[in-house]
């Protein structure tokens, strides 16, 4: 199970930032890879940002590099998605999520369709 902690989602000027923390329960984090996802009005779901339990340097999408940074506290099993200089093409509902390398149809990629555990969906909106 992945739930919030800290500060969950909201809405933000366009400039500014907003910092999403995921909370795990019933299994380790840093034995799994953490993918990030968002899903705005009318598209698919994409991934933003994957991370590999192996501490690889994690992959950022094109459309946020540079702005956005991942970064877990094992210690308390939480992962966090620090998002900066935030633009209205940010706006969309935001997910994380942990999928385990030891699965039968393991994708290092974090498809959004192997992941294993999800958190719940929270809405970031950008006002222009």
């Known amino acids: 199970l992945m739930s919030a902690a800290g500060v969950w989602g909201g809405l933000v000027q366009a400039g500014g930032s907003l910092r999403l923390s995921c909370a795990a329960s019933?299994?380790?984090?840093?034995?799994?890879?953490i993918g990030w996802f968002r899903q705005a009005p009318g598209k698919e779901r994409e991934v933003i940002s994957c991370s590999s339990s192996s501490n690889a340097r994690p992959y950022y999408a094109d459309t946020v590099k540079g702005r956005f940074t991942v970064s877990s506290d094992y210690a308390r099993n939480t992962v966090a998605l620090q998002m900066n200089s935030l633009n209205s093409e940010d706006t969309a509902v935001y997910y994380c999520?942990?999928?385990?390398?030891?699965?039968?149809?393991?994708?290092?990629?974090?498809?959004?369709?192997?992941?294993?555990?999800w958190g719940k969906g929270t809405q970031v909106t950008v006002s222009s």
């Open positions: 999520a942990a999928v385990d390398p030891d699965d039968s149809d393991y994708d290092p990629r974090c498809n959004v369709y192997g992941m294993d555990y």
């Open positions: 019933g299994f380790t984090l840093d034995d799994y890879d």
